[in-house]
């Protein structure tokens, strides 16, 4: 069965620093990755999304990952964090074809001024 | 086009009570999922229909949940008796087929006391 991990449920970092989120999945089969965004009493909204093309996939307000497989590491970044960028994030996996998303933890980015 | 709808939002019950979920998927959309996300856990699928059928529900309690999903459309979850461990966010999705990406709503809160 598939599964995702996310290293660290908080992460702090200063406004214009770097947002790196870590995220390692477990498959048998090549998956599909994603990233969700759920601000407070928000439902998830989703980020980015690989589907074996690309190996480097661009999301939405400056954020990107970056798929290895060598490394099973789907991790999340955006070069210069913003205030805005506070929420909770989650990465996800499925299996290539499969409607049924397995989310990690999340993972709660703090922005400090 | 109109996102995922839900209602309440907010449901405060005492135990052994019974409560009820009502969600609107997008127009169009065939599958429809009910996640259940506990407090500073990640979501977890409870049931997903694919039209009016079950796809999986592996991991719903079905002595004390049910769901259905008449017509392919709209969908009811259902929890009798509640008890304090059912207190979390109930969140609806729904996706185009064989897409993997999924459209959320807000949540319905459950607080059992």
């Known amino acids: 069965a598939q599964s995702v991990t996310q290293l660290g449920s908080h992460v702090s970092v200063s406004e214009g620093a770097l947002v790196l989120l870590r995220c390692n999945y477990s498959?048998?089969?090549?998956?599909?990755l994603f990233w969700y965004v759920q601000y407070p009493n928000q439902g998830l909204q989703l980020l980015l999304k690989y589907t074996s093309a690309a190996t480097l996939v661009k999301g939405i307000n400056g954020f990107e990952a970056e798929f290895k497989k060598s490394e099973t590491s789907f991790h999340l970044t955006k070069p210069s964090a913003h205030m805005s960028d506070a929420a909770e994030y989650f990465c996800a996996v499925s299996l290539q074809g499969a409607q049924k998303l397995v989310f990690g933890q999340g993972t709660r980015l703090t922005i400090n001024p | 086009e109109a996102g995922v709808a839900q209602s309440p939002r907010y449901k405060i019950i005492e135990k052994r009570q019974s409560v009820a979920f009502w969600c609107n998927p997008i127009?169009?959309?065939?599958?429809l999922y009910w996640y259940q996300q506990i407090l500073g856990q990640g979501p977890k699928l409870l049931i997903q229909?694919?039209?009016?059928?079950?796809?999986?529900d592996s991991q719903l309690p079905k002595d004390r949940f049910s769901a259905e999903r008449l017509k392919g459309v709209d969908s009811t979850l259902k929890i009798q008796p509640a008890k304090l461990e059912d207190s979390a966010v109930y969140l609806c999705?729904?996706?185009?087929?064989?897409?993997?990406?999924?459209?959320f709503g807000e949540g319905s809160r459950l607080t059992v006391l």
């Open positions: 999705a729904s996706s185009r087929t064989n897409t993997g990406e999924l459209f």
């Open positions: 127009s169009g959309h065939a599958t």
């Open positions: 229909f694919q039209n009016n059928g079950v796809v999986d």
């Open positions: 498959s048998s089969v090549p998956p599909y």
